[in-house]
């Protein structure tokens, strides 16, 4: 079981930049999926973007272009660097380690952090 906590969130002027990361404990790191997830007031959590094990990646349509995924096994930690930022990316950001079933990526239950907020001005 992984152990996930989020960090660099803040607030920050559309058209502007943040990275996040996401540290983990626990020794399974390298060979976890690792996904970035974000919730907006009133709205349902969305999938943002994927990093597989074998380190390919994925992104939801919104933020194609705009956000990158990595990772640093060695190191235990995940990043998503976020560029262009709209005020529509307002949310707070989640990683998590989904469990991969069938074709499908779910996110585990046991492994949300605690997230990190997000605010872009206009």
């Known amino acids: 079981q992984v152990q996930l906590v989020e960090s660099g969130g803040g607030l920050v002027q559309a058209g502007g930049s943040l990275r996040l990361s996401c540290a983990a404990s626990?020794?399974?790191?390298?060979?976890?999926?690792i996904g970035w997830y974000r919730q907006a007031p009133g709205k349902r959590r969305e999938w943002v973007a994927r990093?597989?094990?074998?380190?390919?990646?994925n992104y939801a349509d919104s933020v194609k272009g705009r956000f990158n995924i990595s990772r640093d096994n060695a190191k235990n930690t995940a990043y998503l660097q976020m560029n262009s930022l709209k005020p529509e990316d307002t949310a707070v950001y989640y990683c998590?380690?989904?469990?991969?079933?069938?074709?499908?990526?779910?996110?585990?239950?046991?492994?949300w952090g605690q997230g990190t907020q997000v605010t872009v001005s206009s």
């Open positions: 998590n380690a989904p469990t991969y079933l069938g074709g499908l990526y779910y996110p585990r239950d046991d492994s």
């Open positions: 626990g020794s399974t790191f390298s060979i976890d999926h």
């Open positions: 990093i597989t094990s074998g380190g390919i990646t």
